[in-house]
């Protein structure tokens, strides 16, 4: 007679080959985000495929972010009931890899997106953004599997440390090897999709092969559409247990808002308002890439010392200062040169503005993913992904449309303001989040869990 204890089973570290299988997959789906959505295809977009010059480029940034803000809406009305099916069949790979495919497929068709090509252009972003935003979610859904609480951060900021030496390894081999995302040089920048697609393929390799699908598949009986929808209604329901993981993912959505429109507007940024010149966009991008690296991996260290939460809050107030630097870059330019008698130009002073704000990307994504991990019970980690996937994915909504509407009006340098608005408001909120209270609700739902299957599996046995 088998005999289930009712006390919550320390979760074990996982070997470290399978470690680095679940980061190689940040390390591979870096080539979309850096490569389509930051660095190359978005400036592309805007600037080549629909273009216009004479309106500062105001209806082509529209039409990017109503894009990406359908993309996302998309990943909000599904994720979560993609994450209660994946947790019910324990199917966690089959989900990803189906994402994975997607992505791949529909990010090698950007090749056909020429200028005027715009329908296509839209319809192949929201496309592909979509698969990519539902594989974040899910490959996220396996961090709680891989180690106990004192090391999630340290997993975590890995993760997204090892994203970022990808996305060095691949965005620096397009922007020496394609070249500028120009009219003039359009045949050869237009493989870049083609580019990103051949290396998320292969380098994602690793996570099929040696991470670990955990879980007892539940018996069938239900159509997927009511399972989902059951789990979901019980979770809703349960979500008062969970009032810490409440609280944080609202204010997690007004933080990624601030983040996702750095993502997709960064380089255009750079191009349209600092006026940089493709040295210097090569150096951003590097530098970038460089220091938030450091952030996802020094920040994950000290979160599993300082705390979870208390990091977070570091890292936002990080990311107040950086988009008051990049806002005022052309000013404090002006300012410096008048005083001191130098010669910069604001594409030099926005290079090392780059670097706080790196440290800032890395560090706070890192954070706020490993604080999902901690008030998440194992047996519902994909569905309480799905919910940080739609916290995420919905700030990407109201962010990137908001960013994309005010821009229209006022301009691109005036409506970055919004994102030092939308990281105050994340501070404020977060101040009610008590981590060990969230912690303790996750363990304290995983002993009733494990209380009620050993009452079921007693009463089949006798």
């Given amino acids: 007679m088998s005999v289930m204890t009712d006390a919550a089973p320390r979760r074990q570290r996982a070997s470290k080959k399978e470690i680095v299988g679940w980061a190689m997959f940040d390390f591979a789906n870096q080539a979309y985000t850096l490569l389509i959505i930051t660095v190359v295809f ?34 909000v009305l599904t994720a979560p009931l993609y994450g209660a099916v994946m947790d019910y069949q324990a199917s966690k790979k089959r989900f990803l890899f189906a994402s994975y495919l997607a992505t791949v497929a529909t990010t090698a068709m950007l090749y056909f997106v020429a200028p005027g090509y715009v329908v296509l ?91 670990r699908e955990r879980g007892t598949p539940q018996p069938p009986g239900k159509p997927y559409h009511r399972i989902a929808w059951e789990r979901i209604a019980t979770t809703l329901h349960e979500l008062r247990r969970f009032r810490d993981l409440g609280i944080f993912l609202v204010s997690l959505l007004f933080s990624m808002a601030g983040i996702y429109i750095i993502i997709a507007f960064a380089f255009i940024y750079g191009a349209q308002v ?10 951003m991008f590097i530098i970038v890439q460089i220091t938030a690296a450091a952030g996802a991996l020094g920040f994950g260290f000290l979160q599993d010392r300082i705390g ?32 001191l008698g130098l010669d910069w130009e ?89 981590q060990a209270r969230g912690q303790q609700a996750a363990d304290d739902w995983e002993r009733r869990d494990r209380a009620a299957r050993s009452a079921i599996a007693r009463g089949a046995e006798q």
């Fill in 42 to 75: 978005g400036e592309l977009f805007t600037t080549v495929i629909v273009g216009d010059r004479d309106d500062g480029y105001r209806l082509a940034n529209l039409l990017w972010s109503l894009a990406l803000a359908v993309s996302y809406l998309l990943v």
């Fill in 121 to 211: 252009g839209l319809l192949l972003i929201v496309v592909s953004n979509y698969a990519y935003s539902l594989g974040e979610s899910f490959i996220a859904a396996f961090l709680p599997d891989l180690g106990p609480p004192e090391d999630m951060g340290k997993i975590s900021g890995f993760g997204w440390a090892l994203g970022y030496v990808g996305g060095l390894f691949a965005a620096g081999f397009t922007l020496l090897v394609l070249g500028e995302a120009t009219a003039e040089n359009f045949e050869r920048i237009r493989w870049v999709g083609p580019f990103a697609a051949a290396f998320f393929l292969v380098t994602a390799i690793p996570t099929f092969l040696w991470v």
């Fill in 346 to 434: 604001a594409q030099h002073l926005f290079l090392f503005v780059g670097c706080l704000a790196g440290l800032s990307l890395g560090s706070s994504q890192s954070a706020s993913r490993a604080l999902v991990g901690l008030f998440s019970p194992t047996r519902k980690a994909a569905e309480f992904f799905g919910f940080w996937g739609l916290a995420n994915k919905l700030a990407g909504v109201f962010g990137i449309i908001g960013l994309g509407l005010l821009q229209s009006v006022v301009g691109l340098q005036a409506s970055i303001l919004l994102c030092a608005a939308l990281f105050i408001v994340a501070i404020v909120i977060c101040l009610f989040v008590n």
């Fill in 274 to 283: 600092i006026g940089w010149d493709e040295s210097i966009r090569n150096i």
């Fill in 308 to 339: 979870t939460k208390v990091t977070y809050l570091l890292t936002l107030t990080l990311w107040v200062a950086a988009i008051l630097a990049i806002w005022g870059t052309p000013q404090v330019t002006e300012w410096l040169n008048a005083r």
